[in-house]
């Protein structure tokens, strides 16, 4: 017995020794247009327009493995029950994301590449209207395999945890415009999850209608990400206006007088229910200068976040429009 344990030991601490050799941890270097040097960071922000370099140090006679890990948008996670769902709102537990790691053979065996939408508007393998290939996060992943096999990786799948992506996979984000609005549309390309946490929309993990909004707004000031819902938003944050039976019909709400880019728009379906849905104002579609339904929203909820126009994405009933401006 002493003797099989002593073996047993010594396979563990092979096994160990292997696997530490076999996955040890590699770093990806990245570069933006503004930048003057390479570094090594977990997430990357940049306008659409400047170009994303990574790169990998190698040695001679390395290989070199790009993957993209790409989440499957085409559906919604939750965490809690959906509000048409039997015991509403109520905790279900982490939903399980799914993910597909997608090999770049493209850039085999470069140690440097460049991220660029018309290469990765190739990649929407999971067929999903909520892909988007010019704005919003992408997550990336390489593998240095050396002469004798052994390979070395960045973050990736892997390390998953009941989260979802571990937060040091690197990613790539770009951004559509400035201020609020062009954070916010970083969180394209991001997993819908009902009852998202704070971890998860802090992280890009995942996000729901009010988590995504909060969310852009902490990193936009540089600040953390706190649990809030629309009701909360409703009752903390200024009205700038209250429809009540909105059908989607010209309101007297003027553009850029009344509301504006950035504002929140809330719902309430049902007299005396709470508030159930909200989004971010985008922009006056019609150019009519006034609020209706054709002028068009970001938001997220069931699903990944979309551009949508008013009607479409259910703001109406009971409307108000919140005031989320610096």
């Known amino acids: 017995m002493g003797i099989r344990k002593q073996v047993c030991q010594f396979c563990s601490l092979f096994g160990l020794l292997f696997s530490i050799n076999t996955f040890a941890s590699v770093d990806i270097y990245?570069?933006?247009?503004?930048?003057?040097?390479?570094?090594?960071?977990?997430?990357?922000?940049?306008?659409?327009?400047?170009?994303?370099?990574?790169?990998?140090?190698?040695?001679?006679?390395?290989?070199?493995?790009w993957f993209q890990i790409i989440p499957d948008t085409s559906q919604y996670y939750k965490n809690a029950n959906h509000p048409w769902e039997k015991n509403p709102y109520k905790w279900a537990g982490f939903g399980k994301v799914n993910y597909h790691k997608k090999h770049l053979n493209q850039f085999d065996n470069l140690a440097?590449?460049?991220?660029?939408g018309t290469w990765l508007n190739k990649n929407n393998v999971f067929e999903s209207p909520y892909y988007h290939a010019n704005v919003g996060s992408f997550w990336f992943q390489v593998?240095?395999?050396?002469?004798?096999?052994?390979?070395?990786?960045s973050m990736g799948l892997e390390n998953n945890d009941h989260r979802g992506l571990n937060k040091q996979v690197l990613r790539v984000s770009f951004t559509q415009g400035e201020g609020y609005l062009g954070v916010l549309s970083s969180f394209f390309n991001v997993p819908a999850i009902f009852g998202s946490v704070p971890y998860q929309s802090q992280h890009y993990l995942g996000v729901d209608c009010a988590d995504v909004l909060m969310a852009a707004n902490a990193i936009k000031d540089n600040g953390k990400v706190f649990d809030r819902n629309v009701a909360w938003l409703v009752t903390n944050l200024k009205h700038k206006a209250k429809l009540r039976g909105f059908t989607g019909s010209n309101t007297k709400l003027k553009w850029d007088s009344d509301i504006f880019p950035g504002d929140f728009i809330a719902v309430r379906y049902r007299q005396n229910g709470q508030f159930a849905h909200i989004g971010a104002l985008y922009q006056d579609s019609n150019n009519n200068g006034v609020l209706d339904g054709e002028d068009l929203v970001m938001h997220a909820g069931p699903n990944a976040l979309s551009y949508s126009t008013v009607a479409n994405a259910g703001f109406l009933g009971e409307v108000v429009v919140l005031d989320n401006q610096d």
């Open 30 to 65: 990245s570069q933006i247009a503004s930048d003057t040097s390479w570094q090594v960071r977990h997430a990357v922000s940049s306008p659409t327009g400047q170009s994303v370099k990574l790169k990998v140090d190698v040695l001679a006679e390395e290989q070199v493995r």
């Open 112 to 116: 440097e590449i460049e991220v660029s």
């Open 143 to 153: 593998e240095v395999i050396g002469k004798d096999g052994r390979r070395r990786k």
